[in-house]
C-alpha cells in the first residue's frame, strides 16, 4: 500500500489568505490527484497529475492550482481563499489502477 | 458515462449481525471496482477491488465482495460486524486514472 502523507491536517484561515495543501508520496507513482470531498457527496476530482510537468483539471471547477516538480511532490494551492472553499481536500497517488488515499487536509474558511 | 450509486446513506446493524452494502455501477466497458472505507478525520483506505477473475472478492478486515455482471452491482459483505467497523463506505468504479467515479457513500453505524 502507498505511502501518502498530506500536511497541513487542519487548517483555519481568513478569507483572502494565500495556503498550500501539501501532499507527499514515497511509492515513486507517476499519476497523483486531488479530491474535494463534502458531506454527504461523492468525492470531486479537481486536478490531477500524470507525471512530472503535467497537471490537469479535474471535473470538477476549482480555483486551485496545482503543480508537479518533484514525482513525489503535489501541491495545491488557493491564491485567495474564500468560505466557499471550506471542505476537505484529499490527495491520493495510483499505480495502474489502485489510487491510494492520503489522511485529508480539513480546511475552514472563515 | 460511468457512474456509481449507493442506494442506502445511513445504515444500522447490531454488532455481531451480518451486514452488506449496495453498490450499482454504470460502466462502459469491463470495470474495476473497488471498496474503500473511511474513519471520522481519515482518508480513504482500500478495503478490496475487483478486476477481472473470480467474481468474489476477499479484502481486509474480513470483508468480501462480489461482483454481479447482470445486476451491475458490487455489493459489500461482512458475516460479523464489529463496533470498529463503523465508519463511511465508498464504492467506485474506474481504472484508476482521472476517469475514476465515487458514490457518496454509506455511513454505517454499528450498535452494541
Redesign the interface.
Known sequence: ?AD?Y?TP?YLVIGTGKKITLECSQTMGHD?M?WYQQDP????H?IH?SYGVNST?K?DLSSESTVSRIRTEHFPLTLESARPSHTSQY?C?S???????????T?LLVL | AQSVTQPDIHITVSEGASLELRCNYSYGATPYLFWYVQSPGQGLQLLLKYFSGDTLVQGIKGFEAEFKRSQSSFNLRKPSVHWSDAAEYFCAVGAGNNDMRFGAGTRLTVKP
Open positions: 500500500e501518502i498530506q491536517r499519476k490527484y454527504g457527496m461523492e468525492l476530482l490531477y490537469e479535474g484529499l491520493a495510483s499505480d495502474l489502477e489502485t489510487q491510494y488515499f492520503g489522511p485529508g480539513r
